[in-house]
């Protein structure tokens, strides 16, 4: 029997990329149309294949846990959901919570992921928003961050970003007591009202100009509620960096790099 011919080659295919969706539901479906718009597809069949698990109950609050407030840490249920993604064919996968980078979470799950039987990459989503940082805001020296309280208290941006040179600002205690609230508050809260209440929208707002007013020349949105409030990229003249974004990008990047989309100059 002859070879098939290079027209007969079956196509190779992208890499499966895993979503643990539910930390929380609205940025587990955030992350998965932005990798969509950074897509290169011209057809629905040319889209990358990609299994978003949102199963939110069994993984514990993420701040909750860092703040002392319950005891089971996440990290035992993200594992969980990892390994079932892992089982249905992701090769590589991601966290869209920034407080589930919190070394006390993070380093738990990567030491179980890196003895999976079915290989997963997992890719870290503050390590890719600081590169992107340095690659594309070369001039950038002093940073605001907006966060949950667990990730400010935990210093998971300043920690990162301090050893790469750059001045980072964040709001104070008072100040940050508003921020949670806009992501947790029952009434107004993005995570309990299922969308962005005006409230939250300008409570954030003022968040952003109170950056601005301690130095800041860009402000990284670190909770993947955040970034729904924003959509428009940037605040009264302020760059807004969405960490969800650029992890759409990298996931991209490592599955189907061909087909990721060139960024607007």
Known sequence: MSPPTASQQPTPQPAIIGIVGGVGPLAGLDLQAKIVAQT???RDQEH???????????IADRTKYLLGQVAENPAHAIVAQLRLLAAMGATVAAIPCNTAHAPAIFDVI???????TSPLRLLHMLDETADYL???????RTVGILSTTGT???????QLLERRGLRVVAPDAARQETIHAAIYDPAHGIKSAGRVTARARADLARGVVALRAQGAEAVVLGCTELPLA?????????PLIDPTWVLARA????AAPGQLR????
């Open 134 to 140: 340095a690659a594309h805001l070369p001039g950038l």
């Open 40 to 42: 290169v597809a011209g």
């Open 230 to 238: 924003f959509p428009e990229g940037e605040y009264e003249g302020v």
């Open 152 to 158: 400010w208290r935990a210093r998971l941006y300043p």
């Open 262 to 265: 060139a960024l607007q100059v």
């Open 110 to 116: 990567h030491d179980v992921v890196a003895r999976f």
């Open 48 to 58: 990358l294949p990609v299994l978003s698990l949102s199963w939110p109950g069994p």
């Open 251 to 254: 996931l991209i990047r490592e």
